[in-house]
């Protein structure tokens, strides 16, 4: 477009913006914002607001919120955006404080004001308060809440420990509850380890999503955990009759404007001997430090060094060791992004090396941002998986695994 001479527009930069979002592609945003100054439309309100989502969705959560500061007329997209990034970063109570000032400014909030304010009392823990949101949005604000609210406030109570009022709320559904309403109730009851709610979530979605090898992959690990071992063999034969893909567990790294990709115990980059020997270097001076890996968290009948690895060498972990070599100056935060949640034991590692090295790390899972900072992580540990999902699948796709641009 820019080579036949074609000055782009506000809604151009805005798309340009939100691709580099969903991929979380700091640099590129950068860029593009860089280019939305050069050409005069970095004031438009739709620009704005895709800058402030796209510095949000990259953990860049100041810069966000330099940005909505300085914008003077904001719509409901511009406010939704920093609420939501505040509670996606672990900035729970600026996100339900900055509803509130919303509210001050005579602005109605949608539904996905609500779902980002939910979010917020999910990550923080706050059963009654978000009980009290969400009342609002029908009493309040004449909105019938959606299957999205519902996600949000049974992860709320079932994190807290309330998994019987999770399930009455599904009960009390004016909808149909869908794989997201199920798959919700099998998480939580996996972190509670509730084989019962567990059982009954899964077997819904065996039928909504037959072919979606999650369910069976999270039921089999709580049988795993509870040393139900024929039952672990039962689920496993029936995927196998099923034709059941398991899914892979990936995190990737960008790297001066390259995309690095490793699964667990990855051995296929060029440079692998030196990723390992970097780690294994980190893991000893971690222990040094008292950090123990967690092999209790490998639910597989395999022995202790089979565990040790299959814990140890996870894909984040290699994308960390790889960041540290490529990226030796400690004043960089290193960012990495994961497709499923983080497990337990990475989520101890990466607070132990940002407390021991001293680095800033910035870690997107699937759910939510890590910010590791002096040994702390901006999620607080709140309602922490503990179950190992990504050594499942983790070979034969060599091929995917190569760098590529």
């Keep these: 477009m820019l080579l036949q001479g074609i000055k782009p527009d506000g809604f151009t930069i805005s798309s340009l913006v939100s691709s580099c979002a969903k991929l979380a592609l700091l640099h590129h945003g950068q860029v593009v914002h860089g280019k939305s100054i050069t050409i005069g439309v970095d004031n438009n309100l739709q620009v704005t607001s895709a ?5 949000c ?3 860049v959560i100041e810069d966000a919120w330099v940005l909505f500061s300085m914008t003077p007329t904001r719509n409901v997209i511009c406010w939704n955006s920093m609420i939501w990034g505040f509670a996606q970063n672990g900035q729970d109570i600026e996100a339900l404080a900055l509803y509130e000032k919303m509210l001050q400014e005579n602005l109605k909030p949608d539904s996905v004001t609500f779902l ?51 399930v009455d709320l599904i009960k009390d559904m004016p909808h149909d509850p869908d794989s997201l309403i199920w798959s919700t109730l099998l998480s939580v009851s996996a972190k509670k380890s509730n084989i019962k709610h567990g059982e009954m979530a899964a077997r819904h979605l065996f039928e909504l999503e037959p072919l979606n090898a999650g369910p069976y992959i999270m039921l089999s690990n709580m049988y795993a955990s509870l040393g139900r071992w024929e039952d672990v063999k039962s689920l496993r034969s029936l ?14 790294i960008e790297i001066d404007n390259y995309i690095f990709k490793f699964v667990a115990e990855d051995r296929t980059h060029p440079e692998t001997e030196m990723i390992y020997k970097e780690l294994n270097r980190l893991i000893k001076k971690l222990q040094e430090a008292g950090f123990t890996p967690d092999t209790n968290l490998v639910l597989h ?17 290699l994308a960390l060791a790889f960041g540290l070599i490529k990226k030796p100056d400690g004043t960089i935060p290193i960012r990495i992004m994961k497709n499923i949640r983080v497990c337990s034991d990475c989520h101890e590692f990466m607070k ?54």
Aim: charged letters at 25%.
């Design 352 to 405: 132990f090396v940002s407390s021991v090295v001293g680095r800033t790390i910035v870690l997107r899972d699937s759910k939510r941002f890590h910010h590791f900072i002096g040994g702390k992580c901006s999620c607080n540990d709140y309602c922490f998986s503990v179950l190992v999902l990504e050594v499942h699948g983790r070979r034969g796709i060599s091929d995917e695994n190569k760098s590529h641009r």
């Design 57 to 59: 969705k990259c953990g």
């Design 239 to 252: 995927m196998k009759a099923k034709n059941v893909k398991k899914f892979v567990a990936y995190s990737w």
């Design 51 to 55: 800058l402030v989502n796209m510095y």
């Design 116 to 166: 980002s304010v939910l979010s917020a009392c999910r990550h923080a823990g706050l059963v009654e308060k978000g009980q009290g949101y969400f009342r609002r949005i029908s009493e309040l604000h004449s909105m019938t809440p959606t299957l999205d609210h519902y996600a949000c406030m049974i992860g709320l109570l079932g994190c807290s420990g309330n998994l019987d009022k999770a």
């Design 301 to 317: 009948d395999v022995v202790v060094e089979e565990k040790f690895e299959s814990i140890c060498y996870h894909s984040e972990k």
